[in-house]
């Protein structure tokens, strides 16, 4: 099976490919690295002048939070997180639709696309593969889009964070499911900490995917109801909303909506057949 893989440069992205490729075999990895430009570009047309700020603001907390995100990486990935493996061959790109992309997919005529961090692929690079998938920090259709555990943890919604695996398409988030796995959340979690595990979660569930399909075995999809949940994008993110949640993480708080949660049903979820 010839798999290609989409993702940006980051720790549980770079996770996400090797333990792919030691389980099954990676064919390509296209790494999405957008300029310092097309980042701005993007945060001004999304949030204002403010998103320039933000970027300054984010970068200087990755920074200051940096031994501890390496922490999570080491607890969740062991050290297959800091290098694409060398075996695996690479394509860089400013952006996950450009033309050499599309070429080198058209080449690769790859059985099945795996994204996990890019930007939202086109039809045309999804159309190169006979099946396409996304592991997605959330669990859709309730929490669909961007900082899907940082909206539960606001929401006070701890019991339904999770991941998905689903079909990609052009809906956000909105593609039939595959399979999905429900975060365990302790005390003193915090947003990267449980994305990590997210992440870990999710390669589970893709890498015994991809065996039922190397065994023959069709796999069924679920379709989403979109209309139970939301769909939130960059531009309903703000940097008041990060100190919020900054204060969650920092104060004690998801100890306390562990034990008195807003919402303390467990929605259902697929299961992996």
């Known amino acids: ?76 990935f062991g050290d297959s997180w800091e290098a694409i493996d060398p075996a695996v061959p690479v394509l860089h790109t400013e952006n996950i639709n450009a033309p050499e992309v599309h070429e080198r997919l058209a080449a690769e005529r790859p059985d099945l696309i795996l994204d996990h961090g890019s930007s939202i692929v086109d039809d045309r690079i999804l159309d190169t593969a006979g099946l396409a998938l996304n592991l997605h920090w959330g669990l859709s259709p309730y929490y669909r889009g961007t900082d899907c555990t940082d909206w539960a943890l606001i929401n006070w919604d701890p019991f339904n964070i999770g991941v998905t695996i689903h079909k990609l398409t052009r809906i956000i988030d909105g593609g039939s499911v595959l399979a999905q796995a429900r975060a365990t959340v302790e005390p003193d ?39 139970l949940g939301f769909l939130d994008l960059s531009r309903n993110w703000s940097s008041a909303l990060r100190r919020h949640v900054e204060f969650i993480e920092d104060s004690g708080t998801v100890a306390r909506m562990l034990r008195t949660p807003a919402r303390k049903q467990k929605l259902p979820i697929v299961e992996l057949e």
């Open 1 to 76: 099976m010839r798999i290609v893989c989409l993702i940006k440069h980051e720790p549980p992205f770079v996770y996400f490919v090797n333990r792919v490729h030691a389980e099954h075999g990676v064919s390509l990895v296209v790494v999405e690295s957008p300029s310092a430009r097309r980042r701005l570009r993007r945060k001004r047309r999304s949030r204002g002048t403010g998103g320039i700020w933000e970027i300054a603001r984010n970068r200087s907390r990755r920074l200051a939070r940096r031994g501890r995100f390496a922490d999570d990486y080491r607890t969740h």
């Open 189 to 227: 979690d915090t947003v990267n900490s449980i994305n990590m595990q997210l992440t870990r979660l999710g390669t589970d569930l893709v890498v015994r995917a991809i065996s039922k399909l190397e065994a023959g075995e069709e796999l069924a999809y679920v379709a989403q109801d979109r209309g």
